[in-house]
């Protein structure tokens, strides 16, 4: 039962009974795909969804009795409390709701189960309320820069409003403080996200690096709060395991969506270490924070479910809701289901429930009472408050389901019983079950030992180490080392964990008699409850070279530690290892301390330092690496390794770029001499380019270098190399050098023009790209001859690009006189030329005329646009319209956020409709961390674009430009509906070079 009152709220769902027993296909799926304005009912949506064999979904709530839901709680009656969103994303003029209060209600079951009666609990929030607790007669929730703690009187109103939390810089939009959580400690756990955090509770401070996002735990009373890990930009789910894991996601906007099993203590380096970029930060540097990446869109709410309702093999797995990407029907509405092993490692992954409907949004997941798992559904085209929303019930109805406990909500009568229900399956009767144990205290503390000792259940150990741990006496810690004698590793490793934090008398010595423990991952956490430096640091090391080393997430976690009490002689063992993955362990030791600026930071930069000028086995390239993101002043070591005849040029060029970003002038001096040197190698022929990084690194030196003969004829080369990092260097490094490279102008007329097998389309494009950027006069005669024979798809580029010639009336006529030839050859470029010809003022007389792209209306546009076979477009050609018109200097289709979005990945799942959108209405939907403000100076000025919060100042990206304000300085601020992408980019292009750049944005997965 959800609700007690006259079995209300089951009443109401049999009544209302919108179930669909999911068999893992859409073969009932029959209905037409809902567009964007067009909601659908409760009834039909319940049909849209999709899960495995067994499960059944129901509706318990929709509007108009909730709209918009955020958050939800349950009260020890299994009433439900939701908070509303009424003005997020844009303010109170928006709002669909007048006036707009941002309310939490009570949803109560009417008693003749045909509806709810909306109890209100608190309203007046200028933000929404983002999360919510009821516990013991209060309400806990975040709104935005505070965390508030209300009283619930007997008519369920919300009095005596407190502030547990306050943060003196407000987040840059409603979401400041995320989501609150109770923990296994009893403790309360909090998300912060990324803005310039300063936060004051009743007894202290709470800060981040930079302006990254966190999580905290403190009292209930917000009072000893304690940052957990920082480093993330928008950690709003994260989820507590009863073995003492913590797992966090990151939300990504110009960066990663990261999955991480958090280390305490560590940075993740989002928004607090700009040295380093998105592939580090996405964990796949060697020497990177370890997480992976997760999917596009919003991660809302993570969950491990350990309950009674779904099957046996559920117990334990996270379950992940993504409330999609930005934009109608675009990725991901979805819950993921993550399958762990003891370890922590996930080993399989699976949509675990999807819908057909495109509005669904899933913001939030509660397990009911009876363990069935309710999901709030914001319901709607994108993340704008409307007036729909609805609340889902999933449960499980096959023959494997789990035997509930009779004393789900009685609480056990005996102590016997309590001891059993720890391992319950049940989550509210191990609720219950440890509420009754706490409150006996002292009494059973050795009964609680010895539970925690026993082989069988371990979820029953951990439970009982909870408990004693939550109990809190002396000798309830003592009882906590009964635990190291369990047969299970993740039982072990928790209860040296809460030694370690209980700091008791028996902590030191039972973490020295587990040092030789047969799992690495409870030595090391042994090695942290030690109270010696020297013994930590002896400990550590053992660990790492027993096995911990080989595993990324206990390599990372014990080189972290380790980096706060190793001395010299440590860290040169680990880096002289014999094992790679140890010596790997020793690079992020000597990072963390620098860039931690632990004491041991001066040891550190000193090894470092000496490693690069004798690296030995070392991976020179990772040194480099670290030099530079830790901005090491390691002038000697640089110069010993550029004297040396076996550097690469790879690796050289690295130096160089690292003594050039140096403020010291002899640094300067040795990085031009170097250069000078390593150029005048290879010119001679006495340094060989032998890999493709060497090819690179030199091209990255020439940049600022005259060309002499040797760089034109290897560029010759180079412009149509078989490596495409090669080239693509190649054509940037030649466009740059623009008036130097007219001697390669007469080589890529070779190319063009001979026979050459290997000059496929790609190579050619780029070569008449190129060539239309550095060639001074364009040599026409030479045009005309490849308009005359090149290929198709190089002759529409070459049309396309025509739009250069805009001030060249010759140029214009040519390609007007050359129309038959063209569309002899390629009839698809009739579009192009009406297009291209109408831009130069050159279409009086058009060969095959097209309609003017000026003159096609929106709707017909979206039309032909949405209905295009893009298996008959080209990515190539695409690729290059993305080029011309500009969007690379917004937009890269790496993790790297410019001006925009990150395209990287950008078209998983996406329908050709979002995109269509995206470019014919650029400010329908603008992502999260990309809308416009306007901002106003106290002196008057006035600037518009995409604010970045930098704790002082405020940085203003415009389309052209970027500005730094003080925040001191700014009179007013408003968000815009207004998105930075320019508007009508569309009218001077072909609809074949919209369809191209369609193809080429699909290609993103």
């Known amino acids: 039962m959800l609700c007690t009152p006259a079995g209300g709220i089951m009443n109401r769902l049999r009544f209302l009974l919108l179930t669909l027993l999911c068999c893992g296909s859409q073969a009932l799926l029959g209905q037409d795909a809902p567009t964007a304005d067009s909601y659908e009912s409760a009834a039909k949506q319940a049909r849209s969804f999709v899960l495995p064999e067994g499960f059944q979904i129901e509706l318990v709530a929709s509007e108009p009795d909730l709209i918009n839901p955020l958050g939800m709680a349950l009260d ?12 997020y994303r844009y303010d109170k003029k928006e709002s669909p709701v007048s006036p707009p209060s941002n309310p939490i209600v009570r949803l109560d079951p009417l008693p003749d189960g045909t509806g709810f009666r909306r109890t209100p609990v608190a309203n007046g929030f200028e933000d929404p309320v983002m999360s919510l607790l009821v516990r013991d007669g209060k309400l806990w929730c975040t709104n935005n820069d505070r965390l508030l703690r209300f009283d619930l009187d007997q008519n369920g109103a919300a009095t005596n409003r407190q502030e547990l939390l306050v943060d003196r810089n407000k987040a840059w939009n409603p979401f400041g403080m995320y989501t609150i959580e109770w923990g296994h400690d009893g403790l ?9 955090i300063d936060i004051a509770g009743p007894t202290n401070k709470l800060t981040s690096r930079g302006s990254s996002g966190l999580v905290a735990r403190m009292q209930p009373d917000g009072s000893r709060i304690e940052r957990l890990v920082h480093g993330l930009r928008a950690p709003y789910p994260y989820e507590l395991d009863p073995f003492g894991r913590l797992w966090v996601i990151s939300n990504g906007e110009g960066n990663p969506n990261r999955f991480l099993q958090a280390i305490e203590g560590v940075d993740y380096h989002c928004y607090s270490r700009p040295a380093v970029d998105n592939e580090w930060l996405a964990g796949r540097h060697p020497l990177a924070p370890p997480c992976f990446e997760l999917p596009r869109g919003a991660c809302t709410q993570l969950l491990r479910y350990d309950a009674a309702d779904f099957p046996a093999s559920y117990r334990g797995n996270l379950l992940l809701a993504n409330w999609g990407a930005h934009g109608f029907s675009s990725p991901n509405h979805t819950i993921y289901r993550y399958v762990l092993d003891q370890q922590g490692q996930v080993v399989s ?74 391992a319950s399956a049940d989550h509210r009767a191990r609720f219950h079950a440890i509420n009754t144990l706490i409150e006996r205290g002292n009494r059973l503390a050795a009964s609680l030992g010895q539970r925690a000792a026993r082989k069988t259940e371990p979820l029953g150990a951990a439970n009982a180490l909870w408990t004693l741990f939550r109990i809190g006496t002396p000798q309830a810690y003592k009882q906590i080392t ?11 490793h928790l209860a040296i964990t809460l030694l370690r934090r ?19 991952r409870v030595r090391v956490a042994a090695a942290l409850a030690l109270q010696e430096p020297a013994s930590i640091r002896t400990s550590l090391l053992a660990a790492l070279n027993a096995g911990a080393a080989h595993d990324p997430h206990l390599r990372y976690e014990a080189a972290w530690h380790l980096a706060r009490y190793a001395d010299e002689n440590t860290f040169n063992e680990l880096l002289h290892s014999t094992q790679s993955d140890v010596r790997l362990a020793g ?76 403020p010291n002038k002899r640094a300067h001096r040795l990085a031009t001499e170097s250069k000078d040197r390593l150029l005048q190698a290879v010119r001679k022929g006495t340094q060989p380019l032998a890999t493709s990084a060497d090819v690179i690194a030199y091209l990255s030196l020439l940049e600022s270098d005259r060309l002499t003969p040797f760089d034109s004829t290897q560029l010759d080369t180079w412009l149509v190399h078989d490596d495409r990092a090669v080239r693509t260097s190649a054509h940037a490094y030649t466009r740059k050098f623009g008036a130097q490279s007219q001697t390669t102008v007469a080589a890529i007329w ?44 190089v002759l529409r580029d070459v049309v396309r690009s025509w739009r250069k010639h805009s001030d060249d009336p010759v140029a214009a006529k040519l390609l007007a006189d050359q129309q038959g030839s063209i569309l002899s050859r390629a009839p698809e470029c009739g579009q192009d030329l009406t297009a291209v010809l109408t831009h130069l003022g050159a279409n009086e007389g058009l060969t095959s005329p097209q309609p003017n792209p000026a003159q096609r209306t929106y709707q017909r546009l979206a ?12 990515t190539l050609l695409g690729r290059r319209v993305f080029e011309r018109t500009g969007c690379i200097k917004c937009h890269a289709d790496t993790d790297d956020a410019l001006r925009g979005p990150s395209l990287r990945g950008l078209a998983k799942g996406q329908p050709q409709a979002y995109f269509v959108e995206s470019l014919l209405d650029p400010s329908k939907v603008i992502k999260t961390g990309f809308e416009t403000e306007l901002i106003e100076t106290a002196q008057g000025r006035v600037l518009t674009g995409v604010v970045r919060d930098q704790g002082a100042t405020l940085q203003i990206v415009m389309a052209d430009d970027t500005i730094v304000v003080a925040k001191k300085d700014v009179a007013e601020r408003q968000t815009q509906k207004v998105s930075l992408m320019p508007e009508d980019q569309e009218k001077g292009l072909s609809t074949h070079e919209l369809t191209d750049l369609l193809a080429y944005l699909m290609s993103l997965k």
Not at 646 to 656: D, E, F, H, S, W
Not at 863 to 874: G, H, I, K, V, Y
Request: aromatic share 4%.
């Open 76 to 87: 020890e009656r299994g009433r439900i409390y939701v908070s509303e969103s009424h003005t």
């Open 188 to 196: 309360l756990y909090l998300s912060v996200s990324n803005h310039d």
């Open 349 to 422: 992954k699976e949509q675990w429930l999807t819908c057909t409907d495109p509005h669904f949004r899933p913001s939030h997941m509660l397990l009911a009472h009876d363990g069935s798992l309710l999901v709030a559904d914001w319901y709607g085209r994108d993340d704008e408050s409307d007036l729909t929303g609805r609340i889902w019930r999933i449960h499980y109805t096959g023959d494997d389901k789990p035997t509930a406990s009779p004393n789900r909500e009685t609480g056990p009568r005996t102590d016997e019983d309590a001891i059993a229900a720890l």
């Open 482 to 492: 009964e635990g190291l004698r369990n047969d299970d590793a993740r039982v072990r």
């Open 502 to 520: 209980s700091r008791s008398a028996e902590t030191a010595a039972s973490a020295a008699r587990i040092q030789n423990d047969p799992d690495v």
């Open 587 to 662: 690079l992020i030791a000597v990072d963390a301390a620098c860039y931690e600026e632990f004491d041991t930071s001066p040891t550190a930069r000193s090894v470092l330092a000496n490693a690069i000028a004798d690296p030995g086995p070392l991976d020179l390239s990772l040194l480099l690496t670290l030099a530079r993101i830790n901005k090491l002043d390691a002038l000697p070591a640089l110069e010993a390794l550029l004297g040396s005849p076996r550097t690469a040029p790879a690796v050289a060029g690295q130096a160089i770029q690292l003594l050039l970003a140096s």
């Open 750 to 793: 070779r190319h063009l023009s001979a026979a050459n097998p290997r000059l496929d389309a790609e190579r050619s494009i780029a070569l008449c790209a190129t060539l239309m950027a550095i060639e001074q006069t364009p040599d026409l005669a030479k045009w005309r001859r490849l308009l005359e024979t090149a290929d198709a798809l």
């Open 863 to 874: 039309d032909t646009l949405n209905n295009a076979d893009l298996r008959e477009a080209s």
